[in-house]
């Protein structure tokens, strides 16, 4: 997590070696959108409902190597409501 606010959260990853695109969920997996950043900046802001709520951001890329996808990197944030 890189800032966060009271209606959204900006995550930041390191870029991967290979990748082609990067995919991110905040839904534990069950569904991916592709990062509204491309390749060469590696942030996503993510909207929240309310300023307290919690947020699961799992992000993978997309690659020619690693059996197509890289490992899923995971972490956790929250908005900066009280």
Do not use: H, P
């Amino acid at each position: 997590m890189i800032s966060r606010l009271s209606d959204k959260i900006l995550f930041g990853w390191n870029a991967v070696d290979f990748a082609n695109t990067y995919e991110y969920s905040t839904d534990f997996g069950t569904n991916w959108k592709k990062s509204d950043s491309g390749l060469t900046i590696t942030k996503q802001w993510i909207n929240l409902d309310s300023a307290t709520q919690q947020v699961d951001f799992w992000l993978r890329a997309e690659t020619g190597n690693y059996c197509g996808y890289s490992q899923i990197g995971k972490t956790q944030a929250k908005g900066a409501g009280l």
